[in-house]
């Protein structure tokens, strides 16, 4: 099993940029889950999938961020248009009954 | 509001040394608290899950202990190694309509040096 796999790992864009980041969650994982982490606020969850379907998006910052999940194998996060206060690390994690496993993250920086 | 608070907020202790990390949390209602290890540059893995009625759990040099009734967690790691040096993250998951969400402590960053 490769865990769950994010890409790209480090993304430089500049202001205004659109930004795609993806992840494949492990198969089988009914839960999948974009979280964001920066020094200032720690880890915080954007949005989450059960089944593909979206249940909760109140995390997702602004109309500029979108998520989908077009199967139970895919995920993307996207931001459009990126400005420099998205820079920070965003973690994919999926998960079946209790126990959660993360990707390795992509680093985002917005110049 | 539902929270948890970690300390120290970074710690520096040499090879060999034990040490341990504190966790309050303020969840309710309460099912179960997890410790997880964040290497850089890499996601958060895992270290134990604890439930309400488990006092204490070990994994290898790490053992966690809870107080459900002060509310209360720690993560004692003995003998360190260069290893494990890393973040370390308490959460406690919240049921948010029928679903899980997990709120995360601010971690403690440990440092081992030899």
């Known amino acids: 099993d490769a865990g769950v796999i994010q890409s790209p790992r480090h993304e430089v864009t500049e202001m205004g940029q659109e930004v795609t980041l993806r992840c494949k969650p492990i198969?089988?994982?009914?839960?999948l889950f974009w979280y964001r982490q920066t020094m200032m606020r720690g880890l915080e969850l954007l949005i989450y999938?059960?089944?593909?379907?979206?249940?909760?998006d109140s995390g997702m910052p602004e109309d500029r961020f979108s998520a989908k999940m077009p199967n139970a194998s895919f995920s993307t996060l996207k931001i459009q248009p990126s400005e420099p206060r998205d820079s920070a690390v965003y973690f994919c994690?999926?998960?079946?009954?209790?126990?959660?496993?993360f990707g390795s993250g992509t680093r985002l920086t917005v110049v | 509001k539902n929270q948890v608070e970690q300390s120290p907020q970074s710690l520096i202790i040499l090879e060999g040394k034990n040490c341990t990390l504190q966790?309050?949390?303020?969840?309710?209602?309460?099912?179960?608290l997890r410790w997880y290890k964040q290497d850089t540059g890499r996601g958060p893995v895992s270290l134990t899950i604890?439930?309400?009625?488990?006092n204490t759990k070990s994994n290898g040099r790490y053992t966690a202990t809870l107080d459900a009734d002060t509310k209360q967690s720690s993560l004692h790691i003995t003998a360190s190694q260069l290893s494990d040096s890393a973040s370390y993250i308490c959460?406690?998951?919240?049921?948010?309509?029928?679903?899980?969400?997990?709120?995360f402590g601010t971690g403690t960053r440990l440092t081992i040096i030899p």
């Open positions: 994690a999926s998960r079946t009954g209790y126990g959660y496993t």
């Open positions: 198969s089988g994982h009914d839960y």
């Open positions: 999938f059960n089944n593909n379907v979206p249940i909760d």
């Open positions: 966790c309050n949390y303020t969840v309710s209602p309460f099912s179960n």
């Open positions: 604890m439930t309400f009625s488990e």
């Open positions: 959460v406690v998951p919240r049921i948010h309509f029928g679903n899980e969400k997990l709120t």
